[in-house]
């Protein structure tokens, strides 16, 4: 009997996941049993994966016993390569091929008023999390995985930064704490991801390690996309040192909070009202204002409280902040309009265009809405609102002709 | 072309699907397109009786089931029908088989509306002899025992209007009927409004009650004459029985019938009341129905939102009612309930306390050789499948992997509607619902309009009127082709299941052709 290995998940409840044993055997050639939900229309699909990744990880002496519950490929390749890692300590990686719209990088002012957390070792929630359209999705590698799951995790994590498409939202992970998490950034640096958040930030040299060791592997893949970092403040020690840490590398496009940890560590509970984190958020947008990027609210726990959700959405732009996280995708959709443009920034953000528009092709060199003198970016904040209501369908793409009609 | 061991008159109907000619003894029409097959001839029609046979008092109680079904001559080989507005609660059918075996009758034919896994008991039946097959649907257990050719004769499959159908035109000929009620008096009239185990209407054994040679009512609630409303009428009883138990109640109206939580099925109920509402298919005074699954339930929410913002209602809403429908004829957004059968209490309550709920049997809403029938009036229905496939054709009773696994219930009656819409997952884990071709045929792609999934809606290329009005929507409207290779894109293309070249059952259509069967899976 040799040692005995597993990864993944199985029993009731669980579905698109497999659970894989690996046993070490004296037999050289594989012993593979495959159990699974799909054994019909799948089960030689699921065989010839495994042996595949037998072959090019170079591992025989082995009982294989997948028992599977509906898991893409993807998840299966996840699962038993990890188990591999565990039993062999190889360091081979199995990539399963990128899926060539996923190559897409984002813009450090992109939007980012939604992002959708999901638990980096559950595969059934991340398949079709793009189709909700939040503005990012997160990964998660930290708090949402057990601590005995967090090798496993990475390598679905991996996987579906390459195979899954999020239909255009800014692909993010969340990684451990620093240092663990640093171990976290060789799985995802080098698959397209968009931006990475740093949790329970409390000094600028976390943010600093985590940067220097993006720039060794984007070096060592020879890879040289933009990757973004939110930090995120948790601690009152990270609330003191917020604006350090945002200047802390050219890197990082946005803060967060999170306040669940915040309010523990300040040894009070949250409330509806947030008294209790006010000063903390207010440090937060202030520190991230300062330094020139998005400041960015903590998640609002309870998934069937959409009316306090709403009035936490309210509370949060008037505070300043450009985002929120959640944690269920019905939340999106009060996110987005809570923090969608308003009708009257619309109306003055469209006379600011028009202007602009008369003035430019009147070729004045000055732009004036009465008799006001507009700035640069002021007309860019203009331009970008008007994009952003129409993209979110507030405002008719045509809307210049029905304004053109008024005259 | 397949072969069959039991049955070797095989033919290619007009579907393009192998069916066997001969079922279970009798000759059979294969399936000719919709709306061709025309038999002629009469209706079949029940012995004559006289009123000297009956007590004249109205007391037609017998002790017991078994004395009632020996009165009834039970014997070899006849039909004995139940039905299933008890849904898993039912506690009825199980007895009258206990009742055959320990008579040492065989070969008996179970002809019920529908099965629930609470019939499993019956396996052993079918195993010693006592049934020789099912008539109905065959679900769960009994479904996998039928697919792996355990069931000694052939499965018949039919919809709810097909079976009034095959009742009234002679096609099944049932000698004993078993009707099951909530509430009865002695003369045999019978109502599921009232009762412990109040399951709203009986609108199933309608037909029973009609054409069998026996009918007996069930009842643990017998009041005096005269039981009103009588959804069943005692004329056409000949004993009633009163026993302790009848069924259980929270089995039979669930109470649980809720609107989904999961957000990729919300998405994909909001995009479909979407649909409609861009496709123009919403009106003041238009018609729909919407089944008790959870993405149904929420559509139906959708469609009320949409009413109550326009100041519009709906003429009718057909049933399968629940509460979300209950409040919509309370708020008056509905003017009607046109109900088919109740899924919580909130449904049973309504019927008997308004009479805008109504209660309609397969022969007014769904029967094909009728003169008309009011599923073909609705504007919009609202079904599932199990698959469909790039010409649109769907599957409601087996799963990809061959196994039968649900009854066909109203699903091929409701095609017939003005615009029928499959909202459904583009996969369920890691099994694509568009195929290239379905497993089992149930209902033809000309009579399925529109698919909604999460990542795209198919428009059938016939319904070219929908496909100009969707013209420069935002909706995701794609081909069905576009849709299937995304599913295959993400789970991969699955393997056909082997099956050996034995016909375990058919499905029939609307008009009692057979539209496809049901092989014996290889395992």
């Known amino acids: ?407 | 072309m397949r072969k069959s061991k039991k049955f070797d008159q095989l033919v290619k109907n007009a579907a393009g699907r192998i069916v066997p000619t001969i079922v279970n003894g009798q000759q059979m029409v294969p399936y000719m397109g919709i709306g061709k097959y025309k038999p002629t001839g009469r209706k079949a029609a029940p012995m004559i009786s006289s009123c000297a046979d009956y007590p004249p008092d109205g007391n037609k109680v017998v002790p017991s089931l078994k004395e009632a079904l020996i009165r009834c001559g039970l014997n070899d080989g006849m039909t004995i029908s139940t039905h299933h507005h008890f849904r898993n609660g039912d506690l009825l059918a199980n007895q009258i088989f206990d009742i055959a075996k320990e008579l040492g009758v065989k070969n008996l034919v179970w002809f019920p509306s529908a099965s629930f896994p609470c019939h499993e008991y019956l396996i052993k039946y079918l195993e010693d002899g006592t049934i020789n097959r099912i008539e109905g649907s065959m679900n769960g257990p009994l479904g996998k025992f039928t697919s792996e050719g355990k069931m000694k004769g052939l499965g018949v499959l039919r919809s709810h209007g097909g079976r009034y159908q095959a009742v009234q035109d002679g096609e099944v000929h049932i000698d004993i009927a078993v009707i099951a009620a909530p509430t009865a008096d002695a003369f045999g009239n019978a109502n599921g409004v009232h009762g412990t185990a109040a399951c709203g209407l009986l609108g199933f054994a309608l037909a029973d009650s009609q054409y069998a040679d026996k009918v007996v009512v069930v009842t643990d609630n017998l009041v005096p004459f005269p039981c009103i409303p009588w959804q069943i009428h005692g004329n056409y009883v000949d004993y009633t029985v009163v026993i302790d138990k009848i069924g259980i109640p929270e089995k039979i109206v669930s109470g649980t019938t809720e609107i989904t939580k999961s957000p990729d099925r919300l998405y994909i109920a909001e995009l479909t009341a979407r649909f409609c509402d861009e496709a123009g298919l919403i009106y003041d005074g238009f018609s729909f129905q919407a089944g008790a699954g959870g993405t149904a339930l929420s559509i139906g929410i959708y469609f009320a939102d949409i009413l109550r913002d326009r100041k519009w209602k709906a003429r009718f809403a057909r049933g399968g009612s629940n509460k979300y429908l209950v409040s919509m004829l309370e708020e008056g957004l509905t003017d009607y309930i046109l109900d088919g059968q109740t899924f919580d209490l909130d449904g049973v309550r309504s019927m008997r306390d308004y009479p805008n709920h109504v209660n309609t049997s397969p022969f007014t809403s769904y029967n094909y050789h009728g003169k008309g029938n009011f599923a073909s009036l609705v504007d919009i229905a609202i079904l599932g499948a199990t698959e469909v496939d790039v010409h649109f054709n769907a599957n409601v009773v087996t799963h990809s992997d061959g196994y039968l696994l649900h009854g066909i219930g109203g699903w091929q009656n409701c095609l017939f509607s003005k615009c029928t819409i499959l909202p459904v997952p583009l996969f369920r884990d890691r099994l694509p619902v568009l195929r290239d071709e379905v497993t089992t045929l149930c209902g033809p792609g000309e009579l399925i309009d529109v698919i909604v999934t999460e990542r795209g809606i198919a428009i059938n290329p016939l319904r070219k009127d929908l496909i100009a009005k969707m013209k420069g929507s935002s909706l995701p409207i794609k081909t069905i082709r576009q849709l299937k290779k995304e599913a295959e894109d993400i789970c991969g293309k699955p393997d056909n299941p082997g099956f050996l070249d034995e016909v375990v059952a058919i499905v029939k259509w609307v008009d009692g052709t057979v539209l496809d069967a049901i092989w014996r899976v290889d395992k």
């Open chain 1, 1 to 407: 009997m040799g040692s005995v290995y597993t990864s993944g998940n199985k029993g009731k409840g669980i579905r698109s996941d497999c659970f894989i044993t690996l046993e070490k055997t004296r037999t050289k050639t594989p012993e593979i049993l495959v159990e699974s939900k799909v054994q019909v229309m799948y089960g030689k699909d699921i065989r010839k994966l495994i042996d595949r990744i037998l072959t090019a990880l170079k591992i025989d002496h082995v009982k294989i016993h997948v028992e599977d519950s509906g898991a893409l490929p993807f998840v299966i390749a996840a699962r038993l390569e990890s188990v591999i890692r565990m039993a062999f300590g190889t360091k081979k990686e199995f990539l399963p091929d990128l899926l060539p719209q996923n190559k897409y990088h984002t813009a450090r002012e992109r939007n980012r008023f939604s992002r959708l957390y999901l638990p980096g070792n559950t595969p059934n929630l991340m398949i079709n999390a793009g189709i909700h359209k939040p503005d990012g999705i997160i990964l998660d590698l930290e708090d949402a995985v057990a601590p005995d799951k967090k090798f496993e995790a990475r390598f679905i994590v991996r996987n579906a930064l390459r195979t899954l498409d999020f239909y255009g939202a800014e692909r993010m992970v969340r990684i451990n704490q620093v240092p663990m998490g640093l171990d976290d950034l060789e799985f995802i640096v080098p698959h397209y991801i968009n931006l990475i958040l740093i949790p329970k930030c409390e000094h600028a040299d976390q943010v600093i390690q985590v940067s220097k060791k993006i720039d060794t592997l984007q070096k060592t893949a020879k890879v040289n996309y933009s990757i973004w970092l939110m930090p995120i403040i948790e601690s009152a020690l990270g609330v003191m040192n917020a604006y350090p840490i945002a200047l802390a590398s050219d890197k990082v496009v946005a803060m967060a909070i999170g306040l669940e940890d915040y309010t523990a560590d300040l040894g009070t509970r949250r409330t509806p009202d947030g008294t209790e984190s006010f000063f903390a958020r207010s440090m937060v947008v202030n520190a991230a204002r300062a330094a020139g990027i998005q400041p960015i609210d903590s998640v609002f726990s309870d998934v069937n409280d959409m009316e306090g959700l709403k009035q936490n959405v309210i509370r949060s732009k008037a505070l300043g902040f450009d985002g929120m996280g959640c944690i269920h995708p019905r939340q999106i959709k009060v996110i987005h309009e809570g923090f969608a443009p308003e009708a009257p920034e619309i109306e003055k953000a469209g006379k600011i265009v028009l202007a602009y528009e008369n003035a430019i092709s009147k070729g004045l060199g000055v732009v004036a809405l009465g008799s006001k003198m507009i700035d640069a970016p002021v007309v860019k904040r203009a331009l970008k609102t008007i994009d952003l209501a129409v993209s979110m369908g507030i405002l008719n793409a045509n809307w210049k002709e029905s304004e053109n009609e008024k005259k």
